[in-house]
């Protein structure tokens, strides 16, 4: 951290010991880390996070939706609060610090603010959220979009690829999920949201900079795409003859990458079904997901229906008919002015080098965004990876990101 008259009040290596503790909770003999939400390993992991919250000395509680709350009290209580937060549920065979280096971060900065008796006015709150991913249920940002009060009841019965809806998952860890409404919190409760992340980009690096303030967060759709034409026999079925869905698919998935190339996003199907999947039949049906993603909101609605299209576009041409389902979804995201200014005297005090940037991953931050101003600081990634085991920051920038934090929830503590 490049620090020439600053003492950092961050303790680096205790922040980097809890990094290295709780990315070995799920982590496999190849070094990936796997902590679906609501799995043992994640409920293991939130043990985890309820214990250094306790030894932070803040004051622990979990709303319906299983969001843990780390409290520090301000000098005035009554007042809106300033939070930050993020979350320890991973996607599949992942890294170390996407979300939990928010968390830990978060911990770690109300534990030095609290330590070395630095004034805050009003509370500080670090929040780990649930399910942020969607990964294991096919929707994402859970637990914040219950704290915003966005929650639809139909989530409750979507289920994993072992057929355990969300509702089940959610009684199995103790939860109440006929109560999640109780979770939802009001916009005046709330002063602010910073939340620290990795970037899982090139850009810091490129810019061989430490930490970036998000000016903006892409908005995505999920879309789950099926096609359907006629399983049929490999030898006996003449190619002219035949309705084959994965062709009809490959087409597709050919035209979701020209159509984000075109529109200047990004677009991924990252997951894909055959039935029956066999290899002497031609696919009767497949059904496979895109990730959508665009900064500008007319722009990624001009994407999914020009995918919707390709997915039609089959029927008279191939005899392979099309339903689209869009299976989640948010708006892109300004951040807050205010929040920006914060992090950006934070990191001047700090004396951290900070850059603007648009951020292409989604964040619990997103959610908030319909309750308070938001912010996002992100540190640099190692080659950008990320979702991946090879996912890596260093000691240094993620402690320059959580003293950058540190600062940012002082001054919007004490602020106007
Ligand atoms: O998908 C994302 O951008 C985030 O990891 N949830
Ligand atoms: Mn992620
Ligand atoms: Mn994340």
């Not at 902590?35 to 000395?57: P, V, W």
């Amino acid at each position: 951290m490049s620090n020439r008259n600053h003492h950092p009040i961050i303790d680096e290596a205790r922040l980097w010991r809890t990094i290295e503790e709780l990315g070995s909770i799920g982590m496999d003999a190849s070094g990936g880390v796997t902590r679906l939400s609501l799995s043992s390993s994640e409920l293991q992991g939130r043990a985890y996070i309820k214990q250094l919250m306790r030894e932070a000395g803040l004051d622990v509680s979990e709303d319906a939706a299983g969001n843990i709350i780390g409290r520090l009290h301000g000098e005035r209580p009554q007042e809106a609060v300033v939070m930050t937060g993020s979350h320890i549920d991973t996607v599949i065979h992942a890294g170390r610090f996407d979300g939990a280096l928010g968390v830990l971060g978060g911990i770690e900065a109300l534990r030095a603010i609290k330590e070395h008796g630095m004034s805050h006015a009003r509370t500080l709150e670090v929040v780990c959220f649930t399910d942020e991913e969607g990964v294991r249920f096919g929707v994402g940002y859970l637990g914040s979009r219950a704290m915003a009060g966005d929650w639809k009841p139909e989530w409750l019965s979507e289920t994993d690829a072992e057929g355990i809806t969300l509702a089940e998952a959610m009684k199995a860890a103790g939860l109440q999920p006929e109560k999640v409404h109780s979770a939802a919190r009001s916009g005046s409760d709330i002063h602010a949201y910073v939340e620290l992340h990795i970037e899982q980009g090139r850009v810091l690096e490129h810019h061989q900079l430490p930490v970036g303030i998000a000016s903006a967060l892409f908005g995505h759709r999920w879309l789950e795409i099926s096609l359907k034409g006629q399983a049929d026999h490999a030898g006996t079925t003449p190619m002219p003859l035949r309705h084959d869905a994965l062709s009809a698919a490959a087409e597709t998935i050919m035209a979701v990458e020209r159509i984000a190339l075109e529109h200047g996003g990004v677009a991924t199907v990252g997951t894909l079904r055959m039935v029956p999947g066999a290899i002497n039949v031609i696919a009767g049906e497949v059904i496979f997901s895109v990730d959508l993603r665009h900064e500008d909101a007319s722009i990624l609605d001009a994407m999914a229906l020009k995918i919707e299209q390709a997915a039609f576009s089959h029927k008279d041409s191939r005899g392979v008919s099309a339903t689209v389902r869009v299976t989640d979804g948010d708006e892109p995201v300004t951040a807050s002015g205010m929040v920006m200014e914060a992090i950006e005297g934070a990191s001047g005090i700090a004396d951290v080098g900070a850059m603007s940037m648009v951020c292409g991953a989604g964040h619990d931050a997103v959610a908030i965004n319909a309750l308070t101003g938001i912010g996002l600081i992100l540190i640099r990634s190692r080659e950008g990876i990320s979702h991946h085991p090879a996912e890596w920051s260093s000691p240094e920038d993620c402690a320059a990101g959580a003293e950058v934090l540190l600062h940012t929830l002082v001054a919007l503590a004490n602020g106007q």
